[in-house]
């Protein structure tokens, strides 16, 4: 989460960089790795990750 959010910052909120986001909230989450996992849990989990990155990021912009 904290890794997604520094990624973020000073960047546009746009769909490449939160696609980035989302790939850095992965590899540090290690939600790929766990075997134990639904694939539909991981989406969710991961889902719910950049929702939470986006609102904090959101409410860091000025205006």
């Known amino acids: ?5 520094k990624y973020l910052s000073g960047r546009e909120l746009n ?5 980035v986001a989302v790939k850095v909230i992965r590899e540090s989450a290690a939600i790929s790795n766990d075997i ?7 989406r969710e989990l991961l889902g ?10 959101k409410r860091g912009m000025p205006g």
Do not use: I, S
Not at 15 to 19: K, Q
């Open 1 to 5: 989460f904290l890794d997604a959010e």
């Open 15 to 19: 769909g490449e960089n939160t696609g």
């Open 36 to 42: 134990r996992a639904t694939a539909e849990y991981k």
């Open 48 to 57: 719910v990750l950049v929702t939470d990155v986006l609102k904090v990021k």
